[in-house]
Every structure is written in structure tokens, then in C-alpha cells.
């Protein structure tokens, strides 16, 4: 109930191309969905969070998109740098009780130049 | 930088022994969360402090516990230390009651335990 399943597990892109990362989720009291960053030797940082209440959140080349029925969200990162090179984690988190943050496995992303 | 710092940055310990590791949370965060992460792997929550109480608890046993001080930093104890404790241990910092907020993640603390 608790699971965030995350795929792939890693993921090779040439410059300039889109990257996509899905997850999904199977606890329906989770309604808050972050991506985090991970750089090696770093802690994950926030890159960008939705809530269920909207299909799609944009942020510069960084977007979710959200599917409710499907319990389903993805990180699609456009115009792919080698300086994205790194770790995507997806989490979520419920809005009661302790709201720590379930994360999914994670992706390597590999950005060729 | 998030202003969430960690210490110390690694350490190596031998099974059976006791570590303590700490987190001082970004300014006015009265939130702290701790997470265990094993290599190739997502974090795992494994408890959190709010306002100097537990506020909620993974699945790791008791030889995990914690501690928040007034100023909101924190520390995590293990004691008995089993190989599979070898990890990076996350704290990460918030504002609000239960860690509403965003949570802000320190540079975390590598654990290896011979």
C-alpha cells in the first residue's frame, strides 16, 4: 500500500532530447507528489512537486504530469543537458498523519553530449 | 544549498557498536525527518521529530532513536550495529507541524559498518 513503483531504472538520452520518468502508486491518500534530484555524494534536492488536483505542473524544461484513474505521474525533462546527468527519485506523501515521504527507486539519467 | 547540515560527512564502524550522527535543520524549520539510504536505492523514512517530539515512525527497529533539541537539530542513535546498516543517512528539514512543507534534504551522513 505504501510502494511507489519507479521506472526505468536508468535511462540514457542524447543532448537536446526528452527525457521521461514514470512512477506509480497504489495508496489513493497519497496527494503530494515530488521529484527529487540526487547528484552523487549530494542529498536529493526538490526539482518540482504536484498535487492531484491538477494534470500537469510545468517549470522551465522540468514537467509532471499526473493521472489521477490511472494513479500514475511522470517527470518529462525536455531539452535534456549533460548537466542533468543524475538520480531522479519520485515520492509521495500523504497529507495526515506522519507525511513522510515513500520514494520510488530511482533513475539514473545519463545525458550524452 | 539547502542549509541543512550534516555530520559527520562519513564514518566506519564495527558491528556492535553504537553511532550517533547529526542534523542541524535550515533556519526556522522546527521539523526533522530522517531517512536511511541504502546504495542504488530510494530513501527509506525511518522517523521524525516535531517540536522535540517523535512524530511518527518507519519500520526499523527500536535500536533506532532520536533526539530533537530546542533549537530543532537533531540526532539519530544506532545502536548494535548490523552490517546492513551500512547506508547514507538523510535527515531533512521543515516547517510546519508533521512536515507539511517542503522538506529539504542535508548532504547526509555515509555509514559503513565492518
Known amino acids: 500500500q505504501q510502494q511507489v513503483k519507479q521506472s526505468p531504472q536508468s535511462l540514457i538520452v542524447q543532448k537536446g532530447g526528452i527525457s521521461i520518468i514514470n512512477c506509480a502508486y497504489e495508496n489513493t491518500a497519497f496527494d503530494y507528489f515530488p521529484w527529487y534530484q540526487q547528484f552523487p555524494g549530494k542529498g536529493p534536492a526538490l526539482l518540482i512537486a504536484i498535487r492531484p488536483d491538477v494534470s500537469e505542473k510545468k517549470e522551465g524544461r522540468f514537467t509532471i504530469s499526473f493521472n489521477k484513474s490511472a494513479k500514475q505521474f511522470s517527470l518529462h525533462i525536455m531539452d535534456s543537458q549533460p548537466g542533468d546527468s543524475a538520480t531522479y527519485f519520485c515520492?509521495?506523501?500523504?497529507?495526515?498523519?506522519?507525511?513522510?515521504?515513500?520514494f520510488g527507486s530511482g533513475t539514473r539519467l545519463q545525458v550524452q553530449p | 544549498e539547502t542549509g541543512v547540515t550534516q555530520s559527520p560527512t562519513h564514518l566506519i564502524k564495527t558491528r556492535g557498536q553504537q553511532v550517533t550522527l547529526r542534523c542541524s535543520s535550515q533556519s526556522g524549520h522546527n521539523t526533522v525527518s530522517w531517512y536511511q539510504q541504502a546504495l542504488g536505492q530510494g530513501p527509506q523514512f525511518i522517523f521524525q521529530?516535531?517540536?522535540?517530539?517523535?512524530?511518527g515512525r518507519g519500520n526499523f527497529p527500536p535500536r533506532f532513536s532520536g533526539l530533537q533539541f530546542p533549537n530543532y537539530s537533531s540526532e539519530l542513535n544506532v545502536n548494535a550495529l548490523e552490517l546492513d546498516d551500512s547506508a547514507l543517512y538523510l535527515c531533512?528539514?521543515?516547517?510546519?507541524?508533521?512536515?507539511?512543507?517542503?522538506?529539504?534534504f542535508g548532504p547526509g551522513t555515509r555509514l559503513t559498518v565492518l
Open positions: 521529530y516535531y517540536r522535540e517530539e517523535e512524530n
Open positions: 531533512a528539514s521543515s516547517l510546519g507541524g508533521g512536515g507539511a512543507d517542503t522538506q529539504y
Open positions: 515520492a509521495a506523501r500523504m497529507d495526515t498523519g506522519r507525511r513522510a515521504l515513500t
